[in-house]
């Protein structure tokens, strides 16, 4: 088994997950077998109860497991499924650890750090490499080095490298260049602090990732080279990118996947980047140009949506279509109105909780439904368009989530049957991949092309059975349902160019060369509505 680690330095926010992506993305296209593990040195035992602008968006797995948005950058470049085991917290790792020393399974001994907490983080380790059958298992572990909550990661790391020895495991730092204005020059003392506190705790670097604005010179290379005790052809540079796909290429170029190859003796096919390229190319070439707003109330951490955002990507290279993102905070359209949308093609309201914001987003579905703009609601976005609807065609003025408004008199969404008796948030939520069968008689259907789908969801409210005959005969045709036909997952307006809703997230399965189908036809229908 060869594993490949990636720690930070300087500050966090480099793009770890990108260039753990990027090096996983260059081996499998070698015909490697790659996998990828995220380790989040936080308390908590997953991201299921972190708020977005904590750290962005929280990532839903198809086996139900709430993880770190990392996981969402390897699945993207894989394409892949992970599992909930591959996002590894100190959450987890102590959780595990104290219920053995309760069991008494450490029969009498003290229970440490060293070697009982780093046994586990190892023990974990292993398990996925070797259940996912893979050649090489890439891990990357979050934060900087010199964070307190990073040290067992780091020492369980510094122990694989003992037991697995130096030709099966590799560790690339990414590391920040800076360059200041008033000089022009970039700047490698930081990183060589950042590796010098790398190999006081007994780890070398054998690849070094520069992050910076510009190329790396000659010159910062052979600086670091020479301070950092790496081979000048291990500096690799990560220049500032039009996409984060390109980043694989980038590395590519300078040779990094046969340096790893050899230096883990690996052996592989000729790499083909035919697809990939053509990916880039159709979004670095468009043909068309539409805009889609965004409505949400965390818009200001775009990582917030960074699912979305990755699924209109690769839907405008699938259209060649330059897709202008605009992001608009739904408490603005509730103080200013709705001005902000009309330049829109579309309109997408991603998913979220709480009442903060619901009004506006109320009144941005009003907008798309009336002007008979492109639409598509998401998971709250779904059930928020229900209640616009039922407020203002079904005429029920109090129609409301009892989630935002308890007592309303027309819960048109409510509490699913099974969370009434939930006290616990974490993990309790209707979670993960479901079956969901599709009226053939719909244009779900034709989105689609099946009649069943298998779409990851993230909810603990749902549309409100009683009301479902009614919103039907006006015109809310609900095209998707659960297996037992009484939890509704898409519905279509008739009579519209595009208005649709999802209780199901689709951005989390969308791949670069498989776009999301719901996102693909909200932009096909933008196309039209602006040529229209």
């Known amino acids: 088994m060869k594993y490949i680690i990636v720690t930070g330095g300087v500050i966090s926010g480099l793009g770890k997950g990108i260039t753990t992506s990027s090096i996983a993305k260059i081996l499998k296209t070698r015909g490697l077998n790659v996998t990828a593990i995220k380790i989040d040195p936080y308390l908590n035992y997953d991201a299921g109860t972190m708020n977005p602008y904590q750290h962005g968006e929280v990532f839903v797995l198809d086996d139900g497991g709430e993880v770190d948005l990392d996981l969402g950058n390897y699945e993207r470049f894989l394409d892949i499924n992970l599992k909930f085991e591959h996002n590894i917290t100190t959450g987890k790792v102590y959780k595990t650890v104290i219920e053995r020393e309760r069991r008494g399974e450490y029969l009498g001994k003290t229970v440490q750090i060293i070697p009982h907490i780093t046994e586990e983080i190892k023990r974990r380790i292993k398990k996925i490499a070797v259940e996912s059958n893979a050649d090489v298992t890439v891990i990357e572990i979050g934060g900087t080095v010199g964070d307190i909550e990073s040290m067992p990661f780091l020492e369980a790391a510094r122990q694989l490298w003992i037991e697995e020895g130096a030709r099966n495991v590799l560790f690339v730092h990414t590391t920040l260049i800076p360059m200041l204005d008033v000089v022009g020059e970039q700047k490698t003392k930081p990183t060589q ?41 291990a500096v690799i540079s990560a220049p500032d990118a039009k996409s984060i796909y390109e980043v694989p290429l980038i590395f590519e170029e300078q040779g990094l996947g046969e340096y790893i190859m050899a230096k883990l003796q690996l052996w592989g096919e000729n790499p083909d980047w035919k697809e990939w390229k053509r990916f880039l190319n159709n979004i670095f070439n468009p043909k068309d ?17 960074i699912s979305h955002r990755e699924a209109l990507t690769h839907v405008a290279s699938k259209l060649r279509t330059k897709i202008n993102m605009k992001w608009i905070d739904s408490e603005k359209i509730e103080e200013q109105g709705v001005d902000d949308l009309k330049s829109a093609h579309a309109i997408l309201i991603p998913g979220g909780f709480g009442s903060r914001g619901s009004e506006g987003k109320i009144l941005a579905a009003k907008f798309a439904r009336e002007n008979n703009i492109p639409f598509l609601g998401v998971c709250f976005g779904f059930q928020l368009a229900v209640v616009e609807f039922a407020r203002n065609v079904l005429g029920y003025e109090d129609a409301n989530s009892t989630e935002l408004h308890p007592s309303t008199s027309a819960p048109v969404i409510d509490l699913l049957p099974e969370q009434r008796d939930v006290t616990d948030k974490g993990g309790t939520m209707r979670l993960g991949a479901q079956k969901i069968i599709i009226d053939s008689n719909s244009l779900a259907y034709r989105v689609y092309g099946r009649r069943e789908i298998y779409e990851r969801h993230r909810h603990r409210y749902e549309v409100n059975p009683e009301y479902i005959d009614e919103f039907e005969k006006h015109g809310l045709h609900f095209s998707g349902r659960d297996e037992s036909g009484t939890r509704m997952e898409i519905f279509e307006l008739k009579d519209h160019i595009f208005y649709m809703g999802s209780q199901f997230h689709p951005e989390f399965k969308s791949r670069p060369l498989k776009p999301s189908p719901l996102h693909l036809m909200l932009v096909k229908k933008a196309i039209e509505f602006k040529n229209q």
């Open 193 to 233: 602090h950042s590796v010098k506190e790398l190999r006081s705790l007994g780890i070398q670097p054998d690849i070094i990732i520069g992050r910076a604005r510009e190329k790396l010179t000659k010159e910062t290379r052979r600086k670091i080279s020479l301070f950092c005790n790496v081979p000048y052809e």
């Open 289 to 305: 140009e539409v805009t889609v707003a965004i409505v949400g109330k965390y818009v200001h951490l775009k990582d917030s949506y």
